[in-house]
């Protein structure tokens, strides 16, 4: 237990201290951002830091650090290391600079933000990408929601009714002013998550459970590698591309650019305590990572209704259900919202007038529902490598920004590089890869890092660093 507190101390320590070295890094300052500069009633919508903070939770958080700290647990506590480490040293950063990269560029998506500094064939590449993505999201975080409703209510009101509400929903949320119904609804779901999951920690540690210390042996009962698969699958408790998609939303909310390290990287942290609480539960509960793993064998879902049900008590039964399905659906309305603001910067599309967000809205919507009907298992197969190769080109497209601004550049080129041995091993390796044996994979992910590495440092370090007429570059902004 006591390695448990450790690391949930250096969250919190390492937010106060390392989050100031991130902000200083970037360098906030008292310019007027989107947000009061280009007000337009529907998406750039001034609202207070405190449900900006809550909203961003939500945003990039969902089932996220639940499910993915559960699943990252069967390979035991040394889960720890990588949600601390992950969450402060990459996921925090990434965040952070993703967010405030959008307010000094009038609130741009990523796949613009990557586009200005990675190029336009990467753009044009991120375009697509992030929209596949993003309604992959929303295809998959549809039809979940809707069974568990069904189950909850009488037969009359089977899984395709409440799949009709579920994307209706989805419509207005979209569609709608974010201070209407996100701004209004999302503080308090992300409240509710942050209630559950200090409840669950809370009782854990009073109900006398044991939290292993943490070893770096490889725990998981099925042999499973932790390099890198562990890395994938806890995602959102450490380090996501789906956040990157994110927080644009409330790039263009935000009043003041200094409450950005609050908002983009004190999110992540937060999201970082939750996942460290729910993985110390999973293996406390089931008393190691065999019995986590069995019981996952029955759903994730059912995993955190059981332990909510039996450590909280019926309230806690009904707090874990609301979580269950709110969560997932607050992930997947802000991602059909973010991909109609991505579509709306391809095409250069005012997002302002009513019919231009109609005309964005109605066809995400029309092929999201069509993909509710069919089996999307096998394509979602690829949404953790995705997501975690959407984080790695995000924190380049932040070193370039870094470096042309003259600032320390090796604050997100180090992590980026991490993430590109990360997602080009597991991708070799993978069962939906090219299968390929740890032998192979292994070297070849380290290398493919330090091409990474080594095209960065020759083309923007020692080529350009060598062209006295190449200034810091100040980005465009909204005046």
């Given amino acids: 237990m006591i390695s448990f507190f450790v690391c949930l101390a250096i969250l919190i320590i390492g937010f106060m201290f390392y989050s100031k ?8 300052d008292d310019r007027k ?19 900006i903070f809550l909203i961003q939770l939500l945003n990039i958080a969902g089932l996220g650090p639940i499910f993915g700290a559960l699943a990252g647990a069967c390979w035991g506590p040394s889960v720890f290391l990588w949600i601390t480490f992950g969450t402060l040293l990459g996921g925090g950063v990434h965040d952070y600079m993703v967010g405030m990269m959008s307010m000094r560029h009038k609130g741009a998506s990523v796949s613009e933000l990557t586009g200005t500094y990675l190029g336009n064939a990467m753009k044009q590449v991120m375009r697509v990408f992030s929209v596949v993505l993003l309604v992959l999201v929303g295809v998959s975080f549809s039809t979940g929601p809707a069974n568990l409703l069904a189950m909850l209510t009488p037969n009359v009101l089977d899984a395709k009714f ?12 979209t569609f709608v002013p974010i201070d209407k119904v996100i701004g209004k609804i999302y503080p308090v779901f992300g409240v509710c998550l942050i209630v559950m999951a200090l409840g669950v920690g809370g009782a854990i540690i009073l109900g006398g459970y044991h939290i292993p210390e943490i070893t770096l042996s490889n725990l998981h009962p099925a042999g499973t590698p932790i390099w890198p698969t562990m890395f994938i699958s806890v995602a959102c408790g450490a380090i996501s591309g789906f956040h990157a998609t994110q927080s644009p939303l409330m790039a263009r909310c935000l009043t003041n650019e200094k409450d950005g390290r609050k908002v983009f990287y004190g999110a992540m942290v937060a999201e970082g305590v939750i996942a460290l609480i729910w993985a110390a539960a999973g293996v406390a509960f089931y008393n190691g990572t065999g019995g986590l793993l069995e019981a996952l064998g029955n759903g ?23 979580g269950v399905i709110a969560c997932p659906i ?18 250069k599309i005012d997002q302002k007038p009513i019919k231009n967000r109609l005309a964005l809205t109605v066809p995400l919507l029309a092929v999201g529902a069509v993909l509710t009907q069919v089996d999307v298992q096998v394509v979602w197969r690829y949404f953790s490598w995705s997501n975690q190769t959407l984080a790695m080109i995000a924190l380049w497209a932040a070193s370039v920004y870094l470096f042309r601004r003259k600032r320390f550049y090796w604050l997100t080129a180090l992590p980026a590089t991490f993430m ?3 997602s080009c091993t597991y991708i070799l390796m993978a069962k939906e890869g090219f299968q390929l044996s740890t032998a192979i994979a292994y070297p070849a992910g380290i290398l493919f890092a330090a091409v990474c590495l080594g095209t960065f440092v020759y083309t923007c370090v020692m080529k350009k660093g060598k062209n006295a007429d190449s200034p810091a570059v100040e980005e465009p902004y909204a005046v």
């Fill in 330 to 347: 607050s992930s997947a309305d802000t991602a059909y919202r973010s991909a109609r603001l991505t579509l709306a910067d391809w095409f």
């Fill in 162 to 173: 409440w799949l009709a509400v579920v994307l209706i929903y989805y419509f207005i949320a």
């Fill in 300 to 322: 994730q879902s059912s995993v955190v209704y059981e332990i909510c049900f039996k450590l909280l008590g019926p309230v806690g039964a009904v707090i874990a259900m609301i």
């Fill in 21 to 28: 070295v991130a902000e200083k890094v970037f360098g906030p």
């Fill in 420 to 422: 590109s041995a990360v």
């Fill in 33 to 51: 951002p989107p947000a009061l500069s280009m007000t337009d009633g529907s998406d750039y919508v001034p609202m207070g830091t405190p449900r």
